[in-house]
């Protein structure tokens, strides 16, 4: 009498884990805001005042932590004088040039990040100090600024921003000085990224013979069983439970090898990786679970008992991007059960 038992485990989400390389890529970008105009010291009276701010950038990644980014920032107007009594409402200074500087990112998971940024301003101050007066100058202040991003897409992301620039004078005929900073969203398009796929990670075949001696009465021949159990790994995509063309594969060789028994017994166990709420990796693990065992019933695995067991979180203790992927994982476990007369 031969029997087979054909155990499934699944621990998985990604046949690839894949890495978005940046390395030597062009990105384009615009933000809108509110500028706020502080520490004004004009001889018109201006005070402090809010206003839209715009600004365009293009960019240079050198790799996934700097960059090199121009561009075109402008920072509005104050015009606010009521304060200083019956005025004609004509004073106004208007600030907007080019930026040049370094941007830093420090990547917090697969989707977040944070900024930091620092430069040079090269601005033009137009300061209408009456209806008959008008002066201008072209000058240079630094500025430094922060914000924290999400990755829409590969290539498409969205950032807070915030950004100060100090010392923006009037310096020809000296009538202001002043600060200004810009609180806004960002929008950013990077041009060449690609993914770079890790391949997929299977564990070793494991073959085990077990022999157990089945003592009979004296004349009766004598039996043992042999067991050969081969593993398998399956790995699914970041939250995800859809089967890619990796994992439908390595499910063909195990219905393949399933057809081969008379009966057998499928298992399957899925696990998720530790990012995200415990309740919603338990709901990923099932539907993984779900997965494995409709694909294997829809192709012909006939199986005499077929359970599912869904482990979420429970064992996953990786804390790097690569470990967490091999969590993602689906092992197969295929065992064969024979008896075998002793010669």
Do not use: C
Request: net charge negative; glycine share 8%.
């Amino acid at each position: 009498m031969k029997k087979s038992l054909l155990a499934i485990a699944l621990l998985g989400n990604s046949a690839y884990a894949n890495t978005i390389d940046v390395d030597n890529t062009w990105y384009l970008g615009a933000g809108v805001g509110q500028s706020s105009y502080e520490s004004v010291n004009a001889i018109s009276h201006l005070g402090t005042d809010r206003d839209l701010a715009w600004n365009a950038t293009v960019g240079f990644q050198f790799n996934e932590y700097f960059a090199l980014e121009a561009g075109w920032q402008d920072l509005g107007a104050t015009d606010d004088t009521h304060q200083w009594g019956n005025l004609d409402g004509s004073q106004s200074i208007d600030v907007d040039g080019f930026t040049l500087g370094l941007v830093g990112t420090l990547p917090l998971s697969e989707k977040w990040f944070l900024t930091g940024e620092g430069g040079a301003y090269q601005y033009h101050l137009a300061h209408q100090i009456n209806a008959n007066k008008y002066v201008s100058t072209i000058d240079t202040a630094p500025y430094f600024g922060a914000g924290i991003g999400y990755k829409i897409t590969d290539a498409l992301e969205v950032s807070a921003k915030y950004r100060r620039f100090t010392n923006i004078d009037e310096t020809t005929w000296n009538t202001a000085n002043m600060d200004v900073q810009t609180v806004g969203i960002q929008m950013v398009y990077r041009f060449g990224v690609k993914a770079t796929p890790k391949p997929v990670v299977s564990l070793p075949v494991v073959t085990e013979t077990v022999e157990e001696v089945i003592e009979e009465p004296i004349q009766q021949p004598v039996y043992e069983t042999k067991i050969e159990e081969n593993s398998y790994v399956v790995l699914f995509d970041f939250d995800s439970s859809s089967l890619n063309d990796a994992a439908k594969a390595k499910l063909n060789e195990v219905i393949q090898l399933s057809k081969q028994h008379d009966s057998n017994a499928i298992v399957l166990i899925g696990q998720s990786d530790n990012q995200g709420s415990s309740a919603y990796n338990q709901k990923l693990s099932e539907q993984r679970t779900k997965q494995v065992g409709d694909y294997l019933t829809t192709n012909g695995v006939n199986a005499q008992s077929l359970e599912g067991q869904a482990m979420g979180e429970q064992d996953s203790k990786a804390n790097s991007k690569s470990d967490r992927a091999l969590e993602r994982r689906v092992v197969i476990k295929l065992t064969s059960e024979t008896q075998v007369m002793v010669p």
